[in-house]
Each structure stands twice: as structure tokens, then as C-alpha cells.
């Protein structure tokens, strides 16, 4: 959904100032807790003046476009007539939508602290290859021994796969398996099943 001037917009006011805006961020808020607005944002800061017509993006989970419209028909600023929206199909989705796949790593004893320097920025080779194979990111948080992963990407096995003969991967696994001590495994894999999720509620 793009966000533009309206026919009312005021010209001598910013984005911020317009009539209706207040309820217009109420409804933005209210509709990203229902999980429909999956992202939203302005183009430019909403208390200072543009003279772009475009004022701001949005993503939506909505099934059409009409149901959209049915929506937005009725947001404040929009009814003062000082923004439009005009709205287009998307097939990005589930890109943002993805819950990733978890790993939970148990380190040996002792290993927690050397654990966190190696991984406060790891070699630009191993980075540079984990993006080549389709990992997007990877986030790691750490309690005690236990560690858990976070890994985006939409075939994990084919990345570790394509990762296990990489110079750079070789490399750093022999590095840093000396410090883990076992991969929990509550399935044929390391992955932990996904129980839940807000979005898909």
C-alpha cells in the first residue's frame, strides 16, 4: 500500500500535522497487533514538511485488494480527504512471515566466555559464503551452555549441505567444535519444531 496527498492535504503543514492523523497512527497500531499491517513506514520524517506526493509505504496480509479497501476506507485521515492510499498485490509475503528454522546447542563446560568472542563478528569468507549458499541471517542468543539459533533461510538443509565442503565453514567448525559439546536433537535433525505462533493465530 503506498500513501500519497489527498486532495484536502494541507500544504503548509507536515504529514504529522494533517487532520486525522492522530486516529490514523491509532489505526496503524491497532491493525499491526491484528497482525494485518506486517510493516509500515514514511518516506520522510512526519513533523517535518516534504514536497514529495509520496508520503508512505505499507506492507498488508489481507486476502485483496478489496478487503483493503474495506479497511482503509474509513481511517481518519483518509476520511479528511488529506491522504490517499492506493494499493497493489504483492508477492513477497512470506518472506516476512517466515518463522526461520531454531537450533538449540549445548556448550562444553568452561567454553561460554570464548564462545562469545568468536562470534562477536565472524570471518568475512564464512559470511560471504553463508549468504552465496541462502542463509539471510542468522541470530544467536546464549544462557549459561545453552545456545540458541535463529536461522533464516528457506532450505536449511540444503545450505548446510552446500556449506560442509566451504573452505571458510570447515574452517571455522573445526574452530569453534571445540567449544560445543552436543546439538540437541528432538527429531531426525537439529531443528526444533515450531509449537506456535502469534501471526498464524
Do not use: K
Request: with cysteine; aromatic share 6%; glycine share 10%.
Amino acid at each position: 500500500m503506498v500513501i500519497e496527498r489527498g486532495p484536502a492535504w494541507r500544504a503548509d503543514r507536515p504529514l504529522g500535522e494533517q487532520v486525522g492523523f492522530a486516529g490514523h497512527v491509532e489505526r496503524v497500531n491497532a491493525l499491526q497487533e491484528q497482525g494485518v499491517v506486517l510493516a509500515t513506514g514514511p518516506f520522510a520524517d512526519p513533523s517535518t514538511q516534504t514536497d514529495d506526493d509520496l508520503l508512505a509505504l505499507a506492507l498488508l496480509d489481507l486476502a485483496s485488494i478489496e478487503d483493503a479497501e474495506g479497511v482503509w476506507s474509513d481511517d481518519p485521515i483518509v476520511v479528511a480527504g488529506c491522504v490517499r492510499m492506493r494499493f497493489h498485490p504483492w508477492g513477497g509475503g512470506d518472506v516476512l512471515r517466515r518463522p526461520g528454522v531454531a537450533l538449540h546447542a549445548v556448550l562444553r563446560a568452561g567454553a561460554e566466555e570464548r564462545y562469545d568472542a568468536d562470534h562477536a563478528r565472524i570471518p568475512h569468507d564464512l559470511l560471504a559464503a553463508h549468504r552465496r549458499v541462502g542463509i539471510r541471517d542468522w541470530r544467536i542468543w546464549r544462557s549459561g551452555r545453552d545456545v540458541f539459533h535463529l536461522v533464516d533461510c528457506d532450505d536449511f538443509a540444503a545450505a548446510a549441505g552446500a556449506l560442509a565442503d566451504d573452505p571458510a565453514n570447515v574452517r571455522w567448525q573445526a574452530a569453534v567444535g571445540e567449544l560445543v559439546d552436543h546439538f540437541e536433537r528432538p527429531g531426525a535433525g537439529p531443528e526444533l519444531p515450531l509449537v506456535w505462533r502469534m501471526n498464524d493465530q
